[in-house]
């Protein structure tokens, strides 16, 4: 089975930056395209950012401007920048395949508080 191992979170203060990694355990990585995540306490998974087998991206209106969704094939991972973070973003954030496949990783906790 594929594995999702997403890392790279913390507590930030608001307008703080993070930047989290997710390596893949798959073969012919590139092929595929991805996403970030992320479940917020009480609410449902939301999709955050994509990318391509291409590197074309998008994002969520909400953090369009703020966060970077990227990719490096030759190590398998997926990477998303968050800049001027705010409370609101507080979360567990999973990266997985778009659309994602069944399982997950455990995910990352990225908390922003003051």
């Known amino acids: 089975q594929v594995q999702l191992v997403e890392s790279g979170g913390g507590l930030v203060q608001p307008g703080g930056s993070l930047r989290l990694s997710c390596v893949v355990s798959?073969?012919?990585?590139?092929?595929?395209?991805m996403a970030w995540y992320r479940q917020a306490p009480g609410k449902q998974r939301e999709l955050v950012a994509t990318?391509?087998?291409?590197?074309?991206?998008d994002y969520a209106d909400s953090v369009k401007g703020r966060f970077t969704i990227s990719r490096d094939n030759a190590k398998n991972t997926v990477y998303l920048q968050m800049n001027s973070l705010k409370p609101e973003d507080t979360a567990v954030y999973y990266c997985?395949?778009?659309?994602?496949?069944?399982?997950w990783g455990q995910g990352t906790q990225v908390t922003v508080s003051s």
């Open positions: 997985n395949f778009l659309p994602a496949k069944s399982y």
């Open positions: 798959r073969r012919i990585f590139s092929a595929y395209a």
């Open positions: 990318i391509t087998s291409g590197s074309g991206t």
